[in-house]
């Protein structure tokens, strides 16, 4: 069975400081995918990054970076100089990759990140 | 582009009525997911649609279901609404058979009294 965790329930930091949002993931499977979603008050869910599991390169997109370790499990979510902007809910996901796997979703419970001035 | 659209954004109903949510996926898009989300339970899959057939189905009762039409709509029902099935329900959409990254609607929040 599939499982992410994501122990922060609730992050709160000053603007212009760094975070990391942390995930960690259980799953059998050799193929899956890793993703980080933005949710805004509005309740829409953004997506943020896919990562599949043979892909263990670190990514930058702008103030983003993300770390994928398998052998820690684990997906880590930076924001460097983080802006009000950025205050939302942060959910972790993954997606089996084998045959039939189709686009199943396992969430982590969410990481709520409070970015004040 | 026009993003993935869910209809009603929000409706009220009581217990025991029977409730159907809309979703129009992105043009081209052929896999539609939805969601259940609760402050109890979190995200929880519901189950997913691809070219019109159940491809995927979570671990809720039979008294949720969905469809999914030749155009790539889908509805999802709940009958004999509970107070418990009080949530946000979101759809997703994506254009690859598996692995791919969904892109959601702003969900239907339903109350149920």
């Known amino acids: 069975a599939q499982k992410v965790t994501q122990a922060q329930t609730e992050i709160s930091v000053v603007e212009k400081e760094d975070v990391t949002l942390d995930c960690v993931y259980e799953?059998?499977?050799?193929?899956?995918?890793l993703f980080w979603y933005k949710q805004p008050p509005s309740g829409e869910l953004v997506f943020l990054i896919r990562?599949?599991?043979?892909?263990?390169q670190n990514e930058i997109s702008g103030r983003y970076s993300w770390n994928f370790q398998k052998s820690t499990s684990s997906f880590n979510f930076t924001i460097t100089a983080s802006q009000v902007v950025d205050s939302a809910v942060y959910f972790c996901a993954l997606s089996e990759g084998s045959p039939g796997g189709g686009n199943k979703l396992t969430f982590g419970t969410g990481t709520q990140l409070k970015v004040e001035l | 582009k026009a993003g993935v659209t869910q209809t009603p954004r929000y409706l009220i109903k009581t217990r025991g009525q029977q409730v159907t949510l809309s979703c129009s996926p992105i043009s081209g898009h052929r896999s539609v997911s939805w969601y259940q989300q609760t402050p109890g339970q979190g995200l929880q899959f519901l189950f997913e649609y691809f070219s019109e057939t159940q491809r995927n189905k979570g671990n809720f009762p039979g008294r949720f279901s969905g469809r999914q039409f030749s155009n790539s709509r889908s509805e999802m029902n709940v009958s004999t609404l509970e107070l418990g099935d009080s949530a946000l329900y979101l759809c997703?959409?994506?254009?690859?058979?598996?692995?791919?990254?969904?892109?959601f609607g702003e969900g239907s929040r339903l109350t149920v009294l």
């Open positions: 799953t059998r499977d050799t193929t899956y995918y």
């Open positions: 997703a959409s994506t254009s690859t058979a598996g692995g791919g990254e969904l892109f």
């Open positions: 990562r599949n599991s043979f892909d263990e």
